[in-house]
């Protein structure tokens, strides 16, 4: 059974820095990896999906990684701004690609002015 | 392109009553997913239309919640009786077929 865990639950940074978060899943057989944005009190916006046969995908200043071997995917936020406050939510797409999604519990980011 | 409806966006209700949501998927998806979110944690799929299908309703409380697909296009989820547990936020999202899935905005339910 998949399990996706994204650690810390909440991180607070300072304008201008550079920042990863972390997203970690059990099962390496994955179909594809999904990063959401989520506002309060929003839906989910999707932010990148990067296929199993893909290592990244990068749009503006959001780079996403995906290493099957490990379990593991990282979003990388270059130059926070204050607009980047939000959760984000990673999901796996199980394997067999049924379409269902995974979540993770989400890390709230903060980007202080 | 018009994205993902849903409606009510919010609700509040007493425990043992009813309530229905209504989504309305961006036009030509085939597939229509409900998830629950509880606070603090990522959305749960409760249940996956494939047209007017079922795919997957293994974490659907059968017992209370019931989910239909009418022609292929608009669905409703509701919850009769209700629970204090119940209370989340009900998002539906819709894809072309098992791929990229979009979101609406949600529907916020508090059940007192």
């Known amino acids: 059974k998949q399990e996706v865990t994204q650690i810390p639950a909440a991180l607070s940074v300072p304008e201008g820095e550079n920042l990863v978060l972390n997203c970690s899943f059990t099962d390496s057989a994955i179909y594809n990896l999904q990063w959401f944005r989520q506002d309060p009190g929003k839906g989910l916006t999707s932010l990148l999906l990067i296929q199993s046969s893909q290592r990244e995908q990068t749009s503006g200043r959001l780079n996403a990684s995906l290493d099957k071997s490990s379990g593991r995917s990282t979003l990388y936020i270059a130059a926070s701004q204050p607009g980047d406050s939000a959760t984000y939510l990673c999901?796996?797409?199980?394997?067999?690609?049924?379409?269902?999604?995974?979540f993770g519990q989400g890390t709230t980011l903060q980007v202080k002015p | 392109e018009a994205g993902v409806a849903q409606s009510p966006r919010y609700k509040i209700i007493e425990k043992r009553q009813s309530v229905a949501f209504w989504c309305n998927p961006i036009?030509?998806?085939?597939?229509l997913y409900w998830y629950q979110q509880i606070l603090g944690q990522g959305p749960k799929l409760l249940i996956q239309f494939q047209n007017n299908g079922v795919v997957d309703d293994s974490q659907l409380p059968k017992d209370r919640f019931s989910a239909e697909r009418l022609k292929g296009v608009d669905s409703t989820l509701k919850i009769q009786p209700a629970k204090l547990e119940d209370s989340a936020v009900y998002l539906c999202?819709?894809?072309?077929?098992?791929?990229?899935?979009?979101f609406g905005p949600g529907t916020r339910l508090t059940v007192t």
């Open positions: 999202a819709s894809s072309l077929v098992a791929d990229e899935q979009y």
């Open positions: 036009s030509g998806h085939a597939t």
């Open positions: 999901a796996s797409h199980g394997s067999g690609n049924t379409g269902k999604l995974i």
